[in-house]
């Protein structure tokens, strides 16, 4: 980086150090680390569950690294770039573990790690097939949120370093609410956004051109702009797609790494930059008058309208009217599927069953292993029916959540305005949104004595269809029981998601707060020196220069 930038970043950071800008701690660590970062720059790729991302990300890799199925992968970040064949998992609690890249779904696939109980936060995998793309680095996502409700560093660490954002949005529901609420939080931090069509083979040629026409008019209407669409497909002419998302896309940006990285921290930078004056022009605002004067400033300022006792309450209420809803919603959701699931495997049990030999003993333990396996796999259909609905209640916590903090900032800043005629920085409550996971099944006794025990004195040939008979009712309880779990679980993780969000508003509200109080309380003394902090600061760059400056730099 030019000194120039290291000079904005640490006067920057001394003004929001001395000044306590609270609010703006994060920015401007996201800057400072992407300055002195020497990690690769990332390609983010994020998008929907069964959008295609890991999928797609196979297809750049030229072969199935990464695990796909019809079950969620937990809440882990994947890295992988070029190089000797390797592989690392970095725990939440910061160990290490080198692991052959052969157990990688160990760790990342929800079957085999379920509920993330290996407590991982990071995979990163070195894959010689990426050796043509040096100096760059593809992160598997699960979803901006679910990446960063670890709140680890480890997890954060990446982001700064985004060049490209690839958004995967499948042409089987291209766009959804989801879609849209994903980009939105991406423009924050990744300079350049590519959404890729994915599952185009699904659709005629006619299809798609209306689908790509429909997705370009809901990307302008969403973020204000058109946004390059790539078209992919993993089953029909896979070659030709990979070879064009690397010719327009990645190539370039390994060929111009040092000015993707400057447009990414150049972005970040008038943001932080903007904020500080804003916040500095209330200081002065404030130091400008006496003490009577300024405390009656605050006094209007942060009048009962802006009560912090106040917004919490009007967020517990938002959050409470959601959370309410989520287990009705998954009880009706779910229980519909149980009388044919429970006839299904009832069925297929009673053919399953006529091939067994063998002593009780044994056919107790076959049984207990085949419903496990068949229970697993239907709850596992059914969690990919759950999950967007959880999805959908913590989207709509998450809305009015922010309408609550956005109204909040917005009493605020009108607050601000008529007592000093400065207008708050334009900073958005940005929510690092949690993802939802359900239980693991759980299968119960088959025989409720000990009577296994005495397999060797129970002749299978006459006990063997009270045998059958029992374990046929066992299925119906066990379906019962595990479909109230999963519902619970469900219900349960959502509930937790909504509080979350519930805290992470709250604590963005007390930040605000602690950072306006700060600077308002300012003596009429030190005006002087806001002045000549304000005329230290760099002159601030709006998005749309720095999107034009960053255009010549790859042209160049």
Not at 68 to 73: L, Q
Not at 145 to 168: E, K
Not at 220 to 237: C, E, K, N, Y
Not at 481 to 488: D, E, I, P, S, W
Request: aromatic share 4%; hydrophobic share 45%.
């Amino acid at each position: 980086m030019i000194s120039a930038t290291r000079i904005s970043i640490a006067s920057l950071g001394d003004v929001v150090e001395e000044y306590g800008l609270v609010a703006l701690v994060p920015l401007l660590e996201a800057c400072r680390a992407l300055d002195t970062s020497s990690t690769p720059l990332d390609v983010a790729v994020s998008g929907q569950f069964k959008s295609g991302k890991s999928s797609l990300l196979n297809a750049i890799i030229g072969k199935p690294l990464l695990p796909v199925g019809a079950v969620p992968v937990t809440t882990v970040v994947t890295r992988v770039k070029g190089g000797d064949a390797s592989a690392n998992v970095t725990r939440t609690d910061g160990t290490v573990l080198t692991i052959d890249p052969a157990r990688i779904p160990d760790y990342v696939s929800e079957a085999r790690n379920p509920e993330n109980r290996e407590q991982v936060a990071l995979v990163d995998i070195v894959t010689p097939e990426l050796e043509d793309l040096p100096g760059l680095r593809l992160v598997d996502t699960p979803g901006l949120g679910s990446v960063l409700s670890h709140n680890t560093q480890a997890t954060l660490d990446w982001l700064p370093s985004v060049a490209v954002a690839l958004v995967v949005v499948s042409a089987e529901r291209p766009m959804s609410e989801e879609d849209r609420t994903l980009l939105l939080e991406l423009t924050g931090f990744a300079p350049r956004i590519v959404v890729v069509l994915s599952k185009i083979d699904l659709l005629a040629p006619e299809q798609r051109d209306e689908v790509e026409e429909f997705l370009d008019g809901r990307l302008r209407s969403a973020l204000g702009h058109a946004v390059p669409i790539l078209p992919f497909s993993t089953r029909q002419d896979v070659d030709l797609h990979v070879a064009r998302l690397k010719s327009d896309v990645l190539v370039p940006v390994c060929a111009n790494g040092s000015a993707e990285r400057q447009s990414a921290l150049e972005l970040k930078l008038a943001t932080l930059t903007q904020s500080c004056r804003a916040y500095l022009d209330a200081a002065l605002a404030a130091a400008e008058r006496d003490e009577v004067e300024r405390a009656a400033l605050q006094a209007a300022v942060f009048d009962e309208s802006v009560s912090e006792p106040l917004a919490r309450d009007e967020l517990k209420l938002a959050a409470q009217r959601v959370a309410a809803s989520a287990r009705p919603t998954f009880d009706e959701l779910l229980f519909v599927y149980q009388t044919q699931m429970t006839s299904r495997l009832v069925g297929d049990l009673g053919a399953v069953m006529r091939s067994w030999s063998g002593n009780l003993a044994g056919q107790v333990a076959r049984y207990e292993v085949w419903l496990l396996e068949r229970m697993t796999a239907e709850m596992g259909t059914l969690a990919i029916i759950a999950e967007p609905v959880a999805d959908g209640l913590v989207s709509q916590a998450e809305g009015r959540l922010r309408r609550v903090v956005e109204a909040f900032r917005d009493r605020l800043g009108r607050n601000l305005t008529r007592a000093t005629g400065v207008t708050l920085p334009s900073l958005a409550w940005q929510p690092a949104r949690p993802r939802v996971a359900a239980a693991p099944v759980a299968i119960g006794r088959t025989l409720d004595t000990q009577w296994e025990l005495l397999w060797w004195v129970i002749p299978m040939r006459v006990f063997g269809g009270v045998f059958r008979r029992h374990c046929a009712r066992r299925v119906s309880w066990e379906v019962e029981k595990n479909l109230t779990r999963l519902a619970g679980a469900w219900s349960d993780a959502t509930t937790a998601a909504v509080a979350a969000l519930e805290l992470q508003a709250s604590r963005w509200i007390h930040d605000e707060l602690v950072t306006l109080r700060g600077i308002l309380s300012r003596a009429e003394s030190g005006s002087d020196h806001i002045r000549a902090t304000l005329r230290s600061l760099p002159p601030c760059a709006s998005r749309r220069s720095i999107d034009a400056e960053s255009l010549r730099a790859r042209e160049a």
